[in-house]
């Protein structure tokens, strides 16, 4: 039997060649971090991205729906602007709140 019997094992002494690869891979994931973070757009940006969509979006979709119901119905034109104006009416309701909404964050970010 061995002199030392647990199942430790013994310790090396620290190599020079790891500790230079730990700090240059710390230094490059710190500078990876800075370079991802620039490159996430502000809260700003997808606020107006989100109202574009928003403004776009609610009009065509309830146009659509509309132009569908009119000619299930067979009631040209009235559906399909009842539901476009609807649309835009929803639209504009969403981006208020969303307005609403970013203005409250930018508040509690300053605070």
Same mark, same amino acid.
């Given at each position: 039997?061995?002199?030392?019997?647990?199942? %430790? $094992?013994?310790?090396?002494?620290?190599?020079?060649?790891?500790?230079?690869?730990? %700090?240059?891979?710390?230094?490059?994931?710190?500078? %990876?971090?800075?370079?991802?973070?620039?490159?996430?757009?502000?809260?700003?940006?997808?606020?107006?991205?989100?109202?574009?969509?928003?403004? $776009? &979006?609610?009009?065509?979709?309830?146009?659509? /729906?509309?132009?569908?119901?009119?000619?299930?119905?067979?009631?040209?034109?009235?559906?399909?602007? /009842?539901?476009?104006?609807?649309?835009?009416?929803?639209? /504009?309701?969403? /981006?208020?709140?969303?307005? !609403?909404?970013?203005?409250? !964050?930018?508040? &509690?970010?300053?605070?």
């Amino acid at each position: 039997m061995a002199e030392d019997d647990s199942d %430790e $094992v013994p310790k090396l002494p620290p190599d020079a060649r790891l500790e230079s690869l730990d %700090e240059r891979l710390d230094r490059l994931q710190q500078a %990876e971090a800075k370079r991802t973070a620039k490159r996430q757009p502000d809260a700003s940006s997808r606020a107006g991205q989100l109202i574009l969509s928003q403004l $776009v &979006g609610c009009p065509l979709g309830g146009g659509i /729906v509309g132009w569908l119901l009119d000619r299930w119905f067979g009631t040209r034109p009235w559906l399909m602007l /009842v539901f476009l104006f609807l649309g835009f009416a929803v639209g /504009v309701w969403n /981006v208020i709140r969303i307005s !609403n909404e970013a203005t409250r !964050n930018a508040r &509690g970010k300053q605070d």
